[in-house]
């Protein structure tokens, strides 16, 4: 009997680090196209979200995860949960760290968690772009006896720098296997999810250091309309404060609307069609402690 798959490899691959080692810039760069939001905020990741990268031979499924910390409040609890649990059941751990910061807590704390684990792990180094070539060697040097890595990778995740060979390293660690996704496929998550990343991703950029990450953003109608072709999308942004949502909203709804326009423009870049966002804000206190609400934004257990 032929094995259908003799020569095909597909695997799933864990992408863990401390918070802003810059993981998600890492899967949009692999994927080729923005599927996970960027921000220079801590805990920007909050769910973890699958990218599907399909080459001729192999199929890499790669799992970005929020940055691991310690907690303060539920929605910090689940995101742990969401981090640690993804180290089980992979063909690959990619840990990465940022070659600007040293050595400290937050990695030995996440090395802690590796030696429970049988799974490979590949020591990324990532940002190489913004040190010189002397300080990346000391880091090699710090790292190399903390963990008895598989392979130890330079690359800067923004420049695209080593990401190829990088790849390429990780295919081959790859066990022969069926593609599990159709080849035109690049994420796990439906389009409503990833649209509601989008508005959210805009409103911390714009918002900084005023409304941290007590926003979320609940898409309420999501409609294709054939005859105008456009999609008609209806999103609620929540914050915890009547007065993170006068910030949200702005001066005569200034900040709203450039929120919504700068979401507008990856949006339709994601559906590739035109496209009608409505945005409203509401205050719903303390929803990062609240169970029911943390589910009802799409924040559940019993999926991880």
């Not at 996970?36 to 001729?56: F, Y």
């Not at 990532?126 to 060697?137: F, R, S």
Request: hydrophobic share 40%; proline share 4%; no cysteine.
């Amino acid at each position: 009997m032929v094995n259908e798959n003799q020569g095909h490899k597909s695997g799933f691959i864990s992408i863990i680090g401390r918070p802003n080692v810059g993981k998600s810039t890492f899967l949009n760069r692999v994927i080729g196209q923005k599927i996970a939001i960027m921000s220079d905020k801590p805990q920007t990741t909050r769910n973890k979200v699958q990218g599907v990268l399909t080459l001729e031979d192999a199929q890499l499924i790669f799992i970005d995860t929020p940055g691991i910390h310690k907690p303060k409040h539920k929605l910090g609890d689940f995101m742990m949960k969401v981090a640690q649990n993804t180290l089980k059941g992979v063909d690959l751990i990619l840990f990465m760290v940022s070659a600007e910061e040293g050595y400290g807590k937050g990695e030995e704390f996440i090395l802690e968690k590796f030696q429970s684990v049988k799974t490979p792990v590949f020591l990324i180094i990532n940002k190489i772009d913004k040190v010189h070539p002397d300080k990346l060697l000391k880091i090699i040097d710090e790292y190399k006896d903390k963990h008895s890595f598989e392979e130890i990778v330079p690359i800067s995740a923004l420049e695209g720098n080593n990401v190829d060979r990088l790849l390429d390293q990780i295919k081959e660690h790859m066990p022969e296997g069926p593609q599990f996704y159709p080849a035109d496929q690049i994420t796990d998550h439906p389009e409503r999810f990833i649209v509601s990343e989008l508005i959210r991703e805009k409103a911390l950029h714009l918002t900084r250091e005023e409304v941290p990450h007590s926003l979320a953003v609940v898409i309420e109608k999501m409609e294709r309309d054939g005859q105008k072709d456009l999609v008609h999308v209806m999103a609620t942004i929540i914050v915890e404060r009547d007065s993170q949502k006068g910030i949200i909203i702005g001066k005569q709804g200034a900040m709203l609307k450039e929120v919504g326009k700068r979401a507008r423009l990856d949006i339709e870049q994601l559906l590739g069609t035109k496209v009608f966002l409505e945005l409203w804000v509401k205050v719903q206190k303390d929803w990062r402690n609240k169970m029911s609400q943390l589910r009802d934004f799409g924040f559940r257990e019993d999926e991880y």
